[in-house]
């Protein structure tokens, strides 16, 4: 008998592109169907077959509190019961909006919309309208959601104009973005030069987190600061991963970093489909209505949204959740760090707070190029290892795992445990 996973999967695929609703989930390249998911809670994650698995995906980031928490719930249920969408403005948008700008000081005022991506594009367009520019700077690896702009990643040579990653983007469109090697502050400072003046913005994540997890090195982000500054243009953080996961400002409070925008998505929810982007008063103001950039929403700010991400905000504050996350995660990698040098294993390992990624190279990772170094058969014996002992990492190399406050140390030992049967086999 074909399991009920995948018989839903045969008949998803009949009619849904892939068979499933976002590309990542289809588990390309590691030789396994994806699994339908029957229920969720805490660390674990329950498939339609029976089959019980810890999770590190956390919904891509945003079940910071494990999954179906109670306060969350209850705080979608208590607001449900009054009505689930109005279109008209409600007072918990006040509450979200003040809270957001209490805790990240560089976002003066904020909108909310419906996912990360969303964000990501009213960020460009205002930068755009602000600055009266188009071009835009990012880095190769960081990815911002499928806005046309930001598909686009360089080929060789550091000033290569971009070429879009997916089809239907118009390559007009595609060649005012310029994207750079993460950590090489000497191609910015080149496309500032050889692009005088024109540039609008440059956006990256802080810390990136969709191409395996790498770091900022040195001073690089206060000379992004700089050079923005210096040449007129805007400063945008992509926090959508980073958000309300790594402190309560997200990685411009661990950077002690001042974006002129950022935006936010995954953790702000709650679960549910939730995204915002803020900034300094001025460039906010430009927005319609008070302002030329438009922009809109017929569900933002939605209640049940802005009433899931409120209690779990208030949650994480409340048992000061970056802190017990930060002790289980430097109790996972020590463990983890111990296991590889056990073993051997020609792995690198990198974490920050409750963000992880393990890269099966031996050399170090500091942007796209030395990312695809990782070895991918590797990686998808690891993955379907660890997937048939009942722990579920990303299905994909170029992805970070996420602890949440419900993984217990017991599950972390388990975990670990599988980890190292699944690197010998
Ligand atoms: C997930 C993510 C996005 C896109 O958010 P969606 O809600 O999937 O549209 C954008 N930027 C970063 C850094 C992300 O991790």
Redesign the pocket.
């Known amino acids: 008998m074909p399991t009920l996973s995948s018989q839903l999967f045969a008949r998803a695929l009949n009619r849904i592109p892939g068979g499933v609703n976002?590309p990542v989930r289809v588990f390309r390249g590691l030789d396994r169907e994806p699994f339908f998911i029957d229920r969720a809670e805490g660390a674990r994650i329950w498939d339609v077959d029976g089959n019980e698995y810890i999770d590190y995906v956390g919904s891509?980031?945003p079940a910071i509190l494990g999954h179906a928490p109670r306060v969350v719930i209850a705080a979608i249920r208590e607001t449900a019961a009054r009505g689930v969408s109005f279109g008209i403005p409600n007072p918990l948008e006040v509450e979200m909006a003040e809270l957001i700008c209490q805790w990240v000081p560089s976002i003066e005022k904020v909108r909310m919309v419906?996912?990360?991506?969303?964000?990501?594009m009213s960020c460009i367009r205002l930068a755009r309208g602000f600055t009266g520019r188009d071009k835009i700077i990012k880095f190769d690896g960081?990815?911002?959601?499928?806005v046309d702009a930001l598909l686009v990643q360089a080929g060789s040579g550091a000033l290569t104009h971009g070429r879009a990653d997916s089809a239907g983007v118009p390559a007009d469109f595609a060649a005012l973005t310029i994207s750079l090697p993460f950590n090489d502050i000497e191609a910015v400072r080149a496309a500032f030069r050889e692009n005088a003046k024109t540039i609008a913005a440059v956006i990256l994540?802080p810390i990136?987190?969709?191409a395996g997890l790498y770091f900022p090195r040195g001073n690089f982000l206060e000379l992004l600061r700089e050079e923005c500054t210096r040449n007129g243009a805007l400063l945008i953080f992509?926090?959508?991963?980073?958000g309300f996961r790594l402190a309560r400002g997200g990685a411009q409070e661990l950077y002690g970093a001042r974006p002129d925008l950022t935006?936010l998505?995954?953790v702000i929810g709650g679960g549910l489909?939730v995204?915002a982007f803020g900034g300094r008063a001025e460039i906010m103001q430009q927005l319609s209505p008070e302002g030329p950039v438009y922009q809109a929403g017929t569900l933002s700010g939605n209640p049940l949204a802005m009433a899931a991400g409120l209690a779990q905000l208030r949650e994480l504050e409340r048992i000061d959740g970056w802190k017990l996350l930060e002790t289980a995660g430097a109790r996972f990698e020590e463990a983890a760090r111990a296991t590889l040098r056990d073993l051997n294993a020609p792995c690198t390992f990198h974490r920050v707070g409750s963000m992880f990624c393990l890269f099966f190279t031996p050399d170090a990772v500091i942007d796209l190029a030395t990312a695809k170094r990782s070895d991918i058969k590797k990686f998808a014996t690891f993955f379907r290892g660890c997937l048939d002992r009942g722990v579920y990492f990303a299905p994909s190399q170029f992805e970070s795992g996420f602890l949440s406050i419900a993984h217990q140390d017991s599950d972390l030992d388990a975990t670990l445990r599988v980890m190292r049967q699944s690197l010998t086999l």
């Open positions: 976002s891509w980031g419906n996912s990360g991506t969303e964000a990501t960081c990815y911002h959601g499928h994540e990136p987190a969709n992509d926090e959508v991963m980073t935006a998505g995954k489909p995204g």
